[in-house]
């Protein structure tokens, strides 16, 4: 396998949330395929900003997938076609020479596009927020959620069950009461910010980078039920 | 109101829908006493039409129930549909998990059962049953008369037998769906998908034997 490859990237741009965007190529010659997925797009925008033009703007942050703030959809797939791992673990290597890549931001009405690949996940923070003192809540071991919304760039309904689900899962030490509030709450808020119907297509699961399994969206609905029908 | 919440209106559609299986099972039930002769297929008919008002009751609200799961679950597309943002979502439509052509097709399948149903019902339980469909070789052979010339067609035949393939389709991702989003999710529930497999596969072999029988037999 060589050591650098050539990649054609589509890249999707857009100025603002209510301008029209479409893909911009850029053909990459040489990559280190130990490079990282957002080293390479730092590459494009070193080579952007030398041109004058505008560099395309992307979310990352701790680059060890802990922090939820990178995320892209490429062919398709949120994070990219690796399995339990986010944008910013993701490495050159992964891809063939020749290859064409199709970048995307997360598409969702609850996620507004605020420049090319970056989105607007505010919406997130608002369920959170039904929560006051989630931080001071132990977190599952198997719900870890870093908030990065691959569940519903994955989900072709754009629902938000799996990342509200493991926050449902994360107020499992309050007593009954107040958690069945704020598990209303959190879903009522859910609903308010326009993501879609959950319809077990279990795509969610599948782009999560933490691996959270939709058996916390079925403990979810049960907990619903119950809740709805005493 | 439940109309307002996502997973009440989701619950609702799982409700209906295991109404509606389990109208299936006994659909085919009765229906499978073809295979015993005129005699017994018309005397099951004729049991189920001396109920009166009860099977008034009973046909009612199978409507009620069947009208209520397409009405919700249309409600649940269009905002699914508005949530992605329109019909096309992303240039490359690329499946990250599973996600399986039946859970794809749920809508379009969903729609010609509802088309079938009604041309089912105008077919069958509409029809004078001891009108000129009815009669075998110059006999009314009552309801059976009239399932015996329609399969004796093979185009009427193998509208059912799609149909009922559809119906199938529609139940390998609907009978596991009830189990999910009805929030039980046991340890086995790899098993669930299977079984929900299983169960469509013997309802599709079920169902649509009965076509091939009455054109085997009428050929």
């Not at chain 1, 910010?193 to 969610?204: D, H, L, Q, R």
């Not at chain 2, 073809?34 to 008034?56: D, E, K, R, T």
């Not at chain 2, 075998?136 to 052979?141: A, D, F, N, P, R």
């Amino acid at each position: 396998m060589p050591k650098e490859i050539n990649l054609t990237l589509k890249i999707w741009r857009q100025k603002d949330r209510h301008s029209p965007g479409k893909f911009e190529v850029f053909k990459i010659q040489g990559i280190d395929i130990d490079k990282s997925f957002l080293e390479m797009l730092d590459m494009v925008n070193e080579k952007l900003t030398k041109e004058g033009r505008d560099p395309i703007a992307f979310g990352h942050d701790c680059s060890d997938g802990t922090c939820g703030a990178c995320g892209a959809v490429i062919n398709g797939q949120p994070h990219g076609p690796v399995r339990g791992s986010s944008l910013c673990q993701l490495h050159i290597r992964n891809f063939k020479d020749g290859e064409t890549l199709v970048i995307e931001p997360w598409r969702a009405k609850g996620f507004p596009i605020i420049k090319d690949l970056s989105v607007d996940r505010s919406a997130f923070d608002r369920i959170i927020s039904q929560v006051p003192d989630a931080q001071a809540l132990p977190v599952p071991k198997d719900a870890q959620c870093i908030n990065c919304g691959a569940c519903v760039a994955a989900c072709p309904n754009a629902s938000a069950m799996l990342f509200v689900a493991a926050k449902v899962s994360h107020l499992n030490s309050l007593p009954a009461p107040e958690k069945k509030i704020r598990m209303l709450n959190m879903v009522a808020q859910m609903d308010r910010e326009g993501f879609g119907n959950c319809s077990n297509s279990y795509e969610c699961e599948a782009a999560c980078p933490k691996e959270i399994s939709v058996v916390h969206i079925a403990h979810m609905n049960k907990y619903y039920r119950q809740v709805n029908l005493s | 109101m439940f109309l307002n919440s996502s997973i009440a209106k989701k619950q609702t559609v799982a409700i209906t829908g295991f109404l509606l299986i389990l109208f299936v099972i006994t659909h085919l039930g009765g229906n499978l006493l073809i295979y015993a002769g005129p005699a017994v297929f018309n005397s099951y008919a004729q049991q189920l039409h001396s109920l009166g008002p009860l099977l008034l009751i009973a046909r009612a609200l199978l409507l009620i129930i069947f009208l209520l799961h397409i009405f919700v679950i249309h409600i649940l597309i269009i905002q699914n549909i508005k949530a992605r943002g329109g019909l096309k979502r992303y240039a490359i439509d690329q499946a990250t998990g599973k996600r399986t052509l039946a859970q794809r097709m749920m809508p379009w399948s969903g729609l010609y059962i509802f088309v079938f149903v009604v041309f089912h019902i105008l077919d069958f339980a509409a029809a004078h049953q001891q009108g000129p469909r009815s009669f075998i070789q110059g006999t009314s052979y009552g309801l059976y008369g009239l399932v015996y010339n329609a399969f004796k067609d093979p185009v009427h035949s193998l509208l059912y037998i799609v149909a009922v393939y559809f119906l199938g389709m529609h139940l390998s991702h609907g009978v596991q769906s009830v189990v999910q989003t009805w929030g039980f999710r046991p340890k086995w529930a790899d098993l669930i998908q299977r079984g929900s497999n299983y169960f469509a596969v013997m309802m599709v072999i079920g169902y649509s034997s009965i076509p091939i029988y009455i054109y085997w037999l009428s050929h």
